[in-house]
């Protein structure tokens, strides 16, 4: 499904500072399992992320997602992609603080002018999923790191994407509120969808749920 | 179902602008009391054929600014700034500041 | 259509969602904003008012007035001008008018007297201004007693009052006998304070003066049109004083919205990576922050514009009244009959929103063309 050719990326390119994060990645990325990125921190995993879920593009190389070259896009196009392919979670979830439960998993969407009954309705749905429904109308600052993450996956999901990439998803949780994510993640691959993820937990890559993990180092991946 | 705040804050504006249309219409139509105001004013200028609105009453150049002479701003109220810079650096005679209101309703004579 | 009208509501109830993160402070701005309007609006719709006000009335006025000027300085018309006025051809009607100033040192206030024909007012008894009435106390039937400039003391007899409808035009008048006034200045005999001209045509008006100041050299006559027009310029003197005054609240208003709209947080920085990152166009956020500019500004400007209008024309623009008033001791009260000049009211719309939507917007491009991969580097 996602196919990456002699990725590199640069940072500060052509300054003092200038620091290659990734440094000639091939990869194919099948659909509908779950991959994890693992490698300590630095090795370019979050990075790696950025660009396939088109959140930035390579200094060089290709990115192809369903056998389509998105490397060159436009912004424009990268983000209508973006909207309707990858959800997102983040590490430090990156809710918007002061708005409901609610608000937040619908702001994906707003953009779509989809009407906003049929939003709530959807929101609805999937916080009920995930069993936060008696919170939907909390601010996100009141709620605890595991419903803050619960309200991120039900984010990630308002526009039904196809893939969800989650970088460092258990960083913040302790070892239940890990394990009950990885239920989430067993029902969502469950369901059909795509997950990459990266981590260095244990508890992550070594669970039966994720199919494939992939070894980083230093912006190259390295064979375990 | 609550009201969207979205609809809602629109709709005040839309009422807002409204009502802006609304003073739009009381303002290109005057009330018959304003009518008859503005016809007492009409005919007491005619009478007495007045040529100067009595808002500023400090000085002769604003009492009747039309019929002003061109030096008019140099023969102030007494009391009175003026148009200078001058008129706040020089006050006037003490003789005409002088108030004689402690006066007033203690006299035999009317005041 | 559907789909872009239904995008833009959800963005009007994002950024209303925003606004109600910090409510006191943006209903504080809010506020300001809409007394700054108040403010603006008030001082130009009074003005405005007085100035349509002042035309209108005033169109009544005699087409004429022959003022006499002796070194610089309005002096009496010596008799046999009158004659001389009735030889110019399209001359109506003339007539000496014997008015003054009288400055009454009790209440430190300046009068207008002015003669009336006999048959009007009475020898020996007065008729006054509203305002004056109301200054000293007075009604019809009481004795008021001035001493005159020459020292003596004349007493008369309120006869009326002026209409109270008129109060705009008559604050100060008194109105006396002609024989009390020549007898109360000391007026020679035969002289008058200057001469009213009516003029069949108006059209003739020009000519007549040209005539007028060929025949008697040292006079100047004042057309009904300059009195016209000293009304349309002479408020805004006042109207600058006063804006003059404001500009001081206008610079601290400035550096508050700027302050809040253009100095854009860590945190809205943030909340902006946030939203591109989840899918976002640059484009939605730009729009969604224009949307909030707009609202607030239009808000502002709607609240400020028909509070001001509701001030000056139906509570009698009783905060302006303290600046308008100057010094002088006599205020004549008035109702403004409502006059709006749309030109006045869509440039003061304009720079209420305009400025506001560009403070708010200036910031946020900046913010808007970063990367939305920041969120995950942080």
Same mark, same amino acid.
């Given at each position: 499904?996602?196919?990456?050719?002699?990725?590199?990326?640069?940072?500060?390119?052509?300054? *003092?500072?200038?620091?290659?994060?990734?440094?000639?990645?091939?990869?194919?990325?099948?659909?509908?399992?779950?991959?994890?990125?693992?490698?300590?921190?630095?090795?370019?995993?979050?990075?790696?992320?950025?660009?396939?879920?088109?959140?930035?593009?390579?200094?060089?190389?290709?990115?192809?997602?369903?056998?389509?070259?998105? *490397?060159?896009?436009?912004?424009?196009?990268?983000? $209508?992609?973006?909207?309707?392919?990858?959800?997102?979670?983040?590490?430090?979830?990156?809710?918007?603080?002061?708005? *409901? /439960?609610?608000?937040?998993?619908?702001?994906?969407?707003?953009?779509?002018?989809?009407?906003?009954?049929?939003?709530? /309705?959807?929101?609805?749905?999937?916080?009920?999923?995930?069993?936060?429904?008696?919170?939907?109308? /909390?601010?996100?600052?009141?709620?605890?790191?595991?419903?803050?993450?619960?309200?991120?996956?039900?984010?990630?999901?308002?526009?039904?994407?196809?893939?969800?990439?989650?970088?460092?998803?258990?960083?913040?949780?302790?070892?239940?509120?890990?394990?009950?994510?990885?239920?989430?993640? $067993?029902?969502?691959? !469950? !369901?059909?969808?795509?997950?990459?993820?990266?981590?260095?937990?244990?508890?992550?890559? $070594?669970?039966?749920?994720?199919?494939?993990?992939?070894?980083?180092?230093?912006?190259?991946?390295?064979?375990? | 179902?609550?009201?969207?705040?979205?609809?809602?804050?629109?709709?005040?504006?839309?009422?807002?602008?409204?009502?802006?249309?609304?003073?739009?219409?009381?303002?290109?139509?005057?009330?018959?009391?304003?009518?008859?105001?503005?016809?007492?004013?009409?005919?007491?200028?005619? %009478?007495?054929?007045?040529?100067?609105?009595?808002?500023?009453?400090?000085?002769?150049?604003? %009492?009747?600014?039309?019929?002003?002479?061109? #030096?008019?701003?140099?023969?102030? #109220?007494?009391?009175?700034?003026? #148009?200078?810079?001058?008129?706040?650096?020089?006050?006037?005679?003490?003789?005409?500041?002088?108030? #004689?209101?402690?006066?007033?309703?203690?006299?035999?004579?009317?005041? | 259509?559907?789909?872009?009208?239904?995008?833009?509501?959800?963005?009007?109830?994002?950024?209303?969602?925003?606004?109600?993160?910090?409510?006191?402070?943006?209903?504080?701005?809010?506020?300001?904003?809409?007394?700054?309007?108040?403010?603006?609006?008030?001082? =130009?719709?009074?003005?405005?008012?007085?100035?349509?006000?002042?035309?209108?009335?005033?169109?009544?006025?005699?087409?004429?007035?022959?003022?006499?000027?002796?070194? =610089?300085?309005?002096?009496?018309?010596? +008799?046999?001008?009158?004659?001389?006025?009735?030889?110019?051809?399209?001359?109506?009607?003339?007539?000496?008018?014997?008015?003054?100033?009288? @400055?009454?040192?009790?209440?430190?206030?300046?009068?207008?007297?002015?003669?009336?024909?006999?048959?009007?007012?009475?020898?020996?008894?007065?008729?006054?201004?509203?305002?004056?009435?109301?200054?000293?106390?007075?009604?019809?039937?009481?004795?008021?007693?001035?001493?005159?400039?020459?020292?003596?003391?004349?007493?008369?007899?309120?006869?009326?009052?002026?209409?109270?409808?008129?109060?705009?035009?008559?604050?100060?008048?008194?109105?006396?006998?002609?024989?009390?006034?020549?007898?109360?200045?000391?007026? +020679?005999?035969?002289?008058?304070?200057?001469?009213?001209?009516?003029?069949?045509?108006?059209?003739?008006?020009?000519?007549?003066?040209?005539?007028?100041?060929?025949?008697?050299?040292?006079?100047?006559?004042?057309?009904?049109?300059?009195?016209?027009?000293? @009304?349309?310029?002479?408020?805004?003197?006042?109207? =600058?004083?006063?804006?003059?005054?404001?500009?001081?609240?206008?610079?601290?208003?400035?550096?508050?919205?700027?302050?809040?709209?253009?100095?854009?947080?860590?945190?809205?920085?943030? &909340?902006?990576?946030?939203?591109?990152?989840?899918?976002? &166009?640059?484009?939605?956020?730009?729009?969604?922050?224009?949307?909030?500019?707009?609202?607030?500004?239009?808000?502002?400007?709607?609240?400020?514009?028909?509070?001001?209008?509701?001030?000056?024309?139906?509570? =009698?623009?009783?905060?302006?009244?303290?600046?308008?008033?100057?010094?002088?001791?006599?205020? +004549?009260?008035?109702?403004?009959?409502?006059?709006?000049?749309?030109?006045?009211?869509?440039?003061?719309?304009?720079?209420?929103?305009? +400025?506001?939507?560009?403070?708010?917007?200036?910031?946020?491009?900046?913010?808007?063309?970063?990367?939305?991969?920041?969120?995950?580097?942080?």
């Amino acid at each position: 499904m996602i196919e990456l050719l002699a990725v590199k990326k640069a940072f500060n390119q052509g300054r *003092s500072n200038e620091y290659w994060a990734l440094n000639g990645i091939d990869l194919r990325i099948e659909a509908g399992r779950v991959t994890a990125l693992r490698g300590p921190s630095g090795s370019g995993k979050t990075t790696l992320l950025t660009l396939i879920g088109c959140l930035a593009r390579p200094t060089s190389g290709r990115v192809r997602l369903k056998g389509e070259d998105i *490397s060159g896009l436009p912004e424009r196009f990268l983000t $209508e992609i973006r909207r309707q392919t990858f959800g997102f979670i983040f590490q430090q979830f990156n809710l918007i603080k002061g708005l *409901s /439960a609610l608000e937040n998993v619908i702001l994906p969407a707003l953009p779509t002018g989809r009407p906003r009954r049929e939003l709530v /309705a959807r929101a609805e749905a999937l916080l009920a999923q995930l069993q936060l429904s008696h919170r939907a109308a /909390a601010r996100v600052e009141w709620l605890s790191g595991g419903e803050q993450q619960r309200v991120a996956i039900a984010r990630a999901l308002i526009n039904d994407p196809e893939v969800i990439v989650a970088d460092e998803p258990t960083a913040n949780l302790d070892t239940v509120l890990s394990g009950e994510f990885m239920v989430i993640l $067993e029902s969502l691959s !469950a !369901a059909g969808k795509t997950v990459l993820l990266s981590s260095h937990d244990p508890l992550v890559v $070594e669970s039966p749920v994720v199919h494939r993990v992939i070894a980083m180092r230093d912006g190259r991946l390295v064979d375990l | 179902m609550k009201l969207r705040s979205s609809l809602l804050v629109l709709s005040l504006l839309g009422l807002g602008l409204a009502l802006l249309g609304l003073l739009w219409l009381d303002a290109s139509h005057p009330t018959d009391a304003a009518r008859q105001q503005r016809s007492a004013r009409q005919k007491l200028a005619e %009478r007495l054929g007045l040529t100067d609105l009595s808002l500023f009453m400090e000085a002769r150049y604003t %009492r009747h600014p039309s019929q002003a002479d061109l #030096h008019a701003a140099l023969q102030d #109220h007494p009391a009175a700034f003026e #148009h200078f810079p001058s008129g706040a650096l020089l006050p006037p005679p003490a003789v005409l500041t002088e108030s #004689h209101a402690y006066l007033a309703g203690k006299t035999t004579s009317p005041d | 259509m559907r789909i872009w009208l239904e995008k833009q509501l959800h963005l009007i109830d994002f950024t209303l969602a925003s606004l109600a993160r910090r409510k006191s402070k943006n209903i504080g701005l809010l506020a300001v904003y809409a007394l700054l309007v108040f403010a603006l609006a008030s001082v =130009g719709l009074f003005a405005n008012a007085l100035r349509s006000e002042a035309s209108f009335v005033l169109a009544s006025s005699p087409e004429v007035i022959l003022q006499r000027l002796v070194a =610089g300085r309005h002096d009496l018309i010596p +008799p046999g001008y009158l004659e001389k006025i009735g030889r110019i051809r399209g001359v109506q009607k003339q007539e000496g008018r014997l008015w003054g100033y009288y @400055y009454d040192a009790v209440v430190k206030a300046n009068y207008t007297f002015m003669a009336r024909p006999a048959e009007e007012i009475a020898p020996g008894s007065i008729a006054i201004g509203a305002t004056l009435a109301r200054l000293r106390g007075l009604a019809p039937g009481n004795v008021i007693s001035f001493r005159a400039y020459g020292g003596k003391l004349f007493t008369f007899r309120i006869a009326s009052l002026l209409s109270p409808d008129a109060e705009l035009l008559s604050a100060d008048l008194v109105l006396l006998a002609e024989a009390d006034f020549r007898a109360f200045f000391d007026y +020679p005999a035969g002289h008058y304070t200057d001469i009213a001209l009516s003029v069949a045509n108006p059209q003739e008006v020009r000519n007549i003066a040209g005539k007028l100041s060929q025949a008697l050299p040292d006079s100047r006559p004042i057309l009904r049109e300059e009195v016209l027009r000293t @009304y349309q310029s002479m408020f805004d003197w006042r109207e =600058g004083i006063m804006l003059t005054i404001l500009a001081g609240a206008i610079f601290a208003f400035i550096i508050l919205a700027w302050e809040k709209a253009a100095g854009l947080s860590a945190e809205e920085r943030k &909340e902006i990576g946030i939203l591109k990152a989840i899918g976002w &166009e640059t484009g939605d956020v730009i729009r969604m922050k224009l949307w909030e500019g707009l609202l607030v500004s239009l808000a502002a400007f709607l609240i400020g514009f028909i509070a001001a209008y509701i001030h000056v024309f139906y509570c =009698g623009a009783s905060l302006l009244e303290p600046v308008l008033k100057g010094w002088s001791v006599l205020y +004549p009260r008035f109702t403004l009959i409502p006059a709006v000049d749309g030109m006045q009211v869509a440039s003061l719309a304009f720079f209420t929103i305009f +400025p506001y939507c560009a403070a708010v917007l200036v910031p946020i491009w900046r913010a808007a063309i970063t990367d939305p991969d920041s969120v995950m580097r942080a």
